[in-house]
């Protein structure tokens, strides 16, 4: 199993102005997993991150709109920039034992106004 | 057609009734499923595997038909504390480690 700290928890941000969020896991990890979870709706995949390499983002999501770093095997950060009120959702980053369990963190929700 | 197709519910149910969730999915090649569940602000969390030849786990049995392309997942002598979402996963197509999630199934049991 995996433990993972995420924050902040929630934040109340304006809208044009960045936001990032924080992931730190207790073990080391190849990948970790950003993923965006809008009222209503189901976990999206936005991005892959791999230590050492640029992440790989799913399709409708872009590296200038969801930076992300990778510095070392138990840490992650996503950035939502420039953000507007239709980034208000839930983000939750994630790990997993290969194709078996995934586990989450707290996640972190984000409302723009 | 979206790739993991779930009833969402809600399933509002009596204490101790059996209830039963369905799932299909698009992709044949789909290697790997999943139940999650994920209570109210909370994230979600692995309920159980579902395997070929099908599994139980105390109250709560998963089936996968691939044939069909469904997945099922049974709830007997419900208890109020299984209200929740209840999700279906599948590891995306061409496998590798990416999931993709239903939308979930709403449950709540009720007194």
């Known amino acids: 199993s995996a433990v993972i700290s995420q924050k902040p928890s929630r934040d109340i941000c304006q809208r044009g102005t960045s936001l990032t969020i924080q992931c730190q896991v207790d073990?080391?990890?190849?990948?970790m997993f950003w993923y965006r979870q809008q009222p209503g709706q189901s976990l999206t995949l936005i991005a892959t991150?791999?230590?050492?390499?640029?992440?790989?983002?799913e399709s409708g999501f872009v590296i200038d709109k969801f930076p992300i770093s990778r510095p070392n095997l138990t840490f992650s950060t996503l950035t939502v920039s420039n953000m507007s009120p239709e980034d208000s959702s839930i983000y939750l980053c994630?790990?997993?034992?290969?194709?078996?369990?995934?586990?989450f963190g707290q996640g972190t929700r984000l409302t723009v106004v | 057609r979206k790739e993991v197709e779930q009833d969402p519910g809600p399933f509002n149910v009596p204490e101790g009734a059996t209830v039963a969730f369905n799932c299909t999915y698009s992709?044949?090649?789909?290697?790997?499923f999943f139940w999650y569940r994920q209570d109210c602000r909370k994230e979600p969390k692995l309920l159980m595997s579902?395997?070929?030849s099908g599994n139980e786990d105390g109250r709560f049995t998963a089936q996968l038909n691939r044939a069909s392309q469904y997945i099922s997942l049974l709830i007997r002598d419900s208890k109020l504390s299984d209200s929740a979402t209840y999700l279906c996963?599948?590891?995306?197509?061409?496998?590798?480690?990416?999931?993709?999630f239903g939308t979930g199934t709403q449950l709540k049991v009720e007194l």
């Open positions: 994630s790990v997993q034992g290969g194709v078996t369990e995934a586990f």
């Open positions: 073990s080391q990890v190849t990948m």
């Open positions: 991150a791999n230590q050492g390499s640029e992440a790989t983002y």
């Open positions: 992709n044949s090649a789909s290697q790997s």
């Open positions: 579902v395997y070929s």
């Open positions: 996963v599948v590891n995306a197509a061409g496998g590798g480690n990416k999931l993709t």
